[in-house]
């Protein structure tokens, strides 16, 4: 994929103490380029670490290549002592869509945000949230009574929509994961898989007195009363996974772990 002799990197570190020793080391060894005038951007740290690296690079558009100095790291490759240019290398890359959101808060204003994981909504208050769903203009829930709902991309399926027991899914399945956050009502639902060209809507019941919050990753909006949001294709991110560890292997895994 790369030029061995060309090839420049811009390292990406987590701010603890095992990655940032791990990039000293690298350091020793290979050049730390500029973002923009890098060929890849080799990220140090754990899952949080790369989300955060696919934000400040977006508008770069380099390949993302993560080593695992952090917690659980799906997102990432191990952490090996070995030639870092040869992995670049033989690295496979796979690609991944965004998610455009366009939140109107209670006082009408309107805010936009981009998701690589997903997009959350979240009670606000002591009540329960209500909310109404929409799929292409299409109302499929009338009244959702919970603490929340989230829609996530294939990256974001394994991590926040996995804990609230969402599905799973493979990077190139062209879905989202539509999942509940404690139901209350209707109580046998338990999310969606949906197509991702569809728009999704979230209008906030009663939000007056049952406040709820959305977040697309890092950014939080509060006192929210309608949520659009809709997969951007215009945007491609890029990650790069040693042969062996790539994505569509590790959620299979993902889903024959107990």
Known sequence: MFNREKIKINFFPAKNKKAIVAVKNFKKEYKNHPINNADVIVAVGGDGTILSALHNSMKFGKPIFGVNRGDYGFLTNPYKKID????????????????????TKKDGKKIQAMAINEVSLLRNSRHAAKIKIQIDNIVRIKELVCDGILLATPAGSTAYNLSARGQIIPMNSKLLALTPISPFRP????GALINSKSKVTFIILDEKKRSVNVSADFKEIKDIKKVEIKEDRSIKLSLLFDPDHNFDKKVLNEQFSF
């Open 84 to 103: 870092l240019i040869k992995r670049l290398q033989k690295a496979k890359k796979t690609e991944m869509h965004v998610l455009k959101m366009l939140a």
């Open 187 to 190: 109580r046998s639902w338990r």
